[in-house]
């Protein structure tokens, strides 16, 4: 099985620009999860997609924003970057959300989109 | 604030020696798991363990968990060079939501 791909790997920007980030899931996963990994704040989840719905989004600023295809694929954008923004953007995709003890939502991380904003 | 925390922040080991890292968490979990991520890639699954058990193996690996202080070890017996990488426990809430926390990582270093 494939695993999870993100395009593109490497991205400059610059401030006041937008971006759009791609996440193929392995196939059959329904679920997929975006995060954002700097060297200040860790691993910093943003939002989670299911069956096209955000099921879950964490403390992000209306600039980042996602959506999911019928396909399971997902984007997401962030508009009006900053220099804060450069980042390791980092997509997962599993077979379920996980709900409920009887989860297991293991996630199946891609390699990453680094995106550089000056 | 992160819901786990790792600790140490860094450790350097001797290869051969073994590795403890440790997780501490804040709220009830229904899993808690470990990865591995190489500098600058994506993380890589190691193991999960869930609430209702104590301690798990995998390989070289050894997890334990206890949910009565909140906390959380991995060990990496027998290190190698190739162990070389940043750790991080992952927990998920004993609600509906389901985003998965990472807590902050350990970077573990092999001296050959």
């Known amino acids: 099985k494939a695993g999870v791909t993100q395009t593109p790997r490497y991205l400059i920007k610059t401030r006041g620009q937008q971006v759009t980030l791609s996440c193929s899931p392995i196939s059959g996963h329904r679920s997929v999860s975006w995060y954002q990994q700097t060297p200040g704040q860790g691993l910093q989840f943003l939002f989670e997609?299911?069956?096209?719905?955000?099921?879950n989004k964490g403390n992000f600023p209306g600039r980042f924003s996602g959506r999911q295809f019928s396909n399971s694929r997902s984007e997401m954008n962030v508009s009006t970057l900053e220099l804060g923004d450069s980042a390791l953007y980092l997509c997962a995709s599993s077979a379920t959300t996980g709900m409920g003890a009887g989860g297991s939502n293991t996630q199946y991380f891609g390699p990453g989109t680094r995106l550089t904003v000056l | 604030s992160q819901q786990g925390e790792e600790d140490p922040q860094a450790l350097s080991i001797q290869e051969g020696e073994n590795a403890t890292m440790n997780c501490s968490y804040k709220t009830s979990i229904n899993n808690l798991q470990w990865y591995r991520q190489n500098s600058g890639r994506g993380l890589v699954h190691l193991i999960l363990i869930r609430s209702n058990e104590r301690e798990k193996h995998s390989g070289r690996l050894r997890v334990t968990l206890d949910t009565s202080k909140k906390s959380s070890s991995l060990l990496i017996t027998a290190s190698r060079a190739a162990d070389t990488a940043s750790y991080f426990c992952a927990t998920d809430g004993d609600s509906s939501a389901s985003k998965i926390i990472f807590g902050s990582g350990t970077r573990l270093s092999i001296r050959p």
């Open positions: 997609y299911f069956s096209e719905t955000q099921r």
